[in-house]
């Protein structure tokens, strides 16, 4: 093992952390996915089903685009949902302004981190950057506004930048830093390093936004939060920009099942609330995918469901039950004696242990032929013919 993997996993063990905030961005990054669009009415549903699953923090949108996305904000606000709506702004007193309209009672202030972005986005320096956050962060608490400062792509930034810029925006008002991993460079090694050396220099609040393009958005994000990070970005099945972000289904289940570490988040609401932001995105949830896929607690490898019927511990370290879900057994090409006996039980169909194997033997090839499992009707029709054959061998 290398020191320095020694030395990060000490610091894991070692951090106690008991609470962390999930800010959902899903109406606001998520919807920055090609091709999603949500209207004002999806956008207020969403809102009440990520209320109603216990999410405390919700960026609403970018009010800068125009009164639709202000009118669809404000009515997410007049709703009086038990959570805070915060609008994302860039670092410009035009979108305070907006901001203002539409009713939030907390911004965030993106301004570019990394030299490349301040050059390209301000043109300008480091200089200019700290100037343009002292200012509008001003601007925006004398206007009454709770700030968030977000450092697009701290994660390329000088890390003693990125302590300097934490201090204006501390300096001027803001309570929160959004360190974010915009073009998803980080791995979590490096994201515990970044997020620890950040913690050390400043009492602000510190959020953590993850983009998924290496696929590791959430373990980058609970890397994060065991180095101190008190608020985590995350998006309904990990919708957003290109890969997309850190999944709010699967940071909270993996906090809570990994280091206990509570969210607040109805773990029983997650796939209610998956179903309807797939929906309005237009974007089928993978079968296979962890936490709210179709298949996530899915079993059809004989021994799986073999150790599974006789003690379900033997294959599960994660209780369905937890989730409102429960274990399911398909047959297919990999099931065995076990599983099929177990579901010609529930079929009520009755078998001897010659017929079985035949029964078997038809569904791996059944199975084979169809690239599918098998169902119910055509377990029964296997069985009816193999009974038929017995009676056949009998007479």
């Known amino acids: 093992m290398s020191p320095r993997i020694s030395t990060i996993e000490h610091s894991l063990h070692r951090t106690r952390v008991e609470k962390v905030v999930l800010n959902d961005t899903t109406l606001r990054d998520g919807e920055q996915a090609p091709g999603v669009a949500f209207t004002g009415a999806e956008k207020a549903d969403i809102a009440r089903a990520l209320a109603k699953a216990g999410v405390t923090e919700l960026e609403a949108g970018t009010p800068a685009m125009g009164p639709e996305e202000v009118a669809a904000i404000r009515s997410i606000v007049e709703a009086q949902l038990p959570l805070r709506a915060i609008a994302w702004c860039r670092m410009r007193r035009e979108d305070v302004d907006a901001a203002i309209a539409s009713g939030v009672s907390m911004v965030n202030l993106s301004v570019p981190a990394s030299d490349r972005q301040i050059a390209v986005k301000l043109h300008g320096d480091r200089a200019r950057a700290k100037e343009l956050t002292a200012q509008v962060v001003d601007y925006a608490r ?99 920009e290109r890969a997309g972000n850190a999944p709010l289904e699967e940071v909270a289940v993996a906090a809570a099942q990994l280091y206990g570490i509570e969210t607040g988040v109805v773990l029983t609401e997650l796939q209610p609330v998956a179903a309807l932001v797939a929906a309005a995105a237009g974007r089928p949830i993978p079968v296979n995918k962890s936490i709210v896929g179709d298949h996530a607690f899915t079993h059809e490898s004989g021994i799986h469901v073999d150790g599974l019927i006789k003690d379900r511990r033997t294959y599960e370290s994660l209780d369905p039950g937890l989730l409102g879900r429960a274990h399911s057994i398909v047959i297919g090409k990999h099931s065995g004696s076990a599983a099929v006996a177990a579901m010609l039980d529930v079929l009520r169909l009755p078998f001897s242990s010659g017929e079985i194997a035949r029964i078997v033997a038809r569904v791996r090839s059944h199975a084979l032929d169809r690239k599918e499992p098998v169902s119910n009707e055509v377990l029964k029709d296997i069985w009816r013919d193999v009974r038929r054959q017995s009676e056949i061998r009998v007479s």
Do not use: Q
């Not at 590791?216 to 099945?237: E, F, R, Y």
């Open 142 to 240: 004398s206007r009454g506004l709770d700030v968030a400062v977000g450092g697009e792509d701290s994660s390329r930034a000088d890390p003693e930048f990125l302590v300097e810029l934490m201090a204006v925006a501390r300096a001027a008002g803001a309570r929160r830093f959004r360190v974010a991993d915009t073009l998803s460079v980080l791995d979590p090694f490096s994201t515990h390093d970044l997020v620890s050396s950040l913690r050390r220099e400043t009492d602000m609040e510190i959020e953590i936004h993850c983009h998924d393009d290496l696929g590791l958005a959430t373990a980058n994000t609970l890397a994060a939060v065991k180095a101190g990070a008190t608020h985590a970005s995350v998006t309904v099945i990990g919708l957003g």
